[in-house]
């Protein structure tokens, strides 16, 4: 299921995380009284906490294009559920200049019609995992957990993809078990023990409890 180039990369970001955690271990056994300056010379950076918050950013962000202005106009109720809206949802997500404080402030406040926008999007495409992921990011601000978990079990169904699949089930664990969902365990009881998809979800299973142990 993982290539052995994933697995290296696996294992070069596991040793990269040892040497930054030696590094700054000798650093505060060396030099305990000036520790800020000899992080910031193995490149670590300090931010100001006095920074605004995620909801001062929101309430001062402003559509800046057609797009953004198009999303917003649909947010507040002056344009219908159409193409359009969708398509420009799609590219506000993957836009480089994305003014994501803007989005997320109707994620915050749970909008009726961007929830409406993200379920016509899954009806469309049920397995389009930026969707479930919209999806999981609106339940985060107004919990629908039976909505959500109905659009992952159907985008799992549907999957044919074995690494789609296998990333939409990882998202599906992630988002879901902070309600006490067990989603894997969900699974599980729909796919056949011998089918593709078992075996993955099996192998998911074991990794998480790997994971736990080693905690």
Known sequence: MVSKKDKYAEEFDKLQREIVRDRVQAIFDRQPAQYRQELEEVGFSWFDDDGPSEEEEERAALPVNANQKLLVDYFEGTLPL???VFAALK??????NSNYPLIRRYFRVGNQPLKSLIIDGLQRQPTD??????????????????????????????????????EIVEEFYAETTIDGYDALLALRKIFDSKSDKRKIIDFLASELSNRDHEH
């Open 82 to 84: 159409s193409e359009d």
């Open 91 to 96: 590219l506000e997500r993957y836009a480089d």
């Open 129 to 166: 995992i930026d969707l479930l992921c919209d999806l999981a990011l609106f339940h985060e601000f107004k919990p629908m957990l039976s909505e959500l978990v109905g659009y992952f079990t159907k985008a799992c169904q549907l999957e044919e993809d074995l690494q789609k699949f296998a």
